[in-house]
């Protein structure tokens, strides 16, 4: 039987080559966000669903060997607190910020919106459908015009008996009054919902 005294040899043998591979690195783990399938981090010439991309940089890449530039996008999975170029589905903003990471104008400062996920109570810059609002507030965090204000949402969760600035679809409503809560232009008054449904 000679193949007894090969089988420690080829044990110790398969315990250097795993210890090898393990000192080399090439049997580190890789962490979930490093792995071939996420785009996080890389620069592309369209934006694929699922991403949003927080810089943009005009150059040659995406122009198709052409001699004009075009954007390539640094993509960003969306979450909430993400400062980005554009919203994302199922996410609001709750302020705008100005400056050349979005721009695809050299020289010419862009807006970049901070996302947040929507919950009753946020004062937002814009409202999912699945949201109303019960007053509006002035100031400059959703302005698209640098120094000038804008409006910004309360956003609430629809239920019955709740006066809302709109009535949200599933609903209706039972009374309403005027007030100023609602109003888009300041001074003047608008309409509000007994919501009903």
Do not use: E
């Amino acid at each position: 039987m000679p193949a007894a005294p090969t089988r420690p040899f080829r044990i110790l043998l398969a315990v250097l080559a795993a210890v090898a591979l393990l000192f080399s690195g090439a049997a580190a783990a890789t962490p979930a966000s490093a792995t071939a399938s996420s785009l996080d981090g890389a620069w592309a010439c369209t934006v694929p669903t699922g991403y949003v991309y927080d810089q943009v940089q005009m150059n040659r890449s995406c122009s198709g060997g052409g001699s004009w530039s075009s954007p390539q996008y640094h993509l960003v999975t969306p979450y909430d607190g993400l400062t980005a170029c554009v919203s994302a589905p199922g996410f609001v903003y709750d302020s705008i910020s100005w400056g050349s990471a979005c721009s695809q104008i050299s020289g010419v400062q862009s807006n970049a919106f901070h996302l947040r996920k929507p919950y009753d109570g946020l004062v937002a810059c814009d409202g999912p459908r699945d949201f109303t609002y019960d007053y509006l507030v002035w100031g400059l965090a959703c302005s698209t015009v640098q120094g000038v204000q804008s409006n910004a949402f309360h956003l609430r969760k629809p239920v019955s008996g709740m006066w809302a600035c709109d009535v949200p679809t599933g609903f209706t409503y039972t009374a309403t009054t005027q007030n100023y809560d609602c109003s888009t232009y300041r001074g003047a008054t608008s309409t509000k919902f007994l919501l009903a449904g």
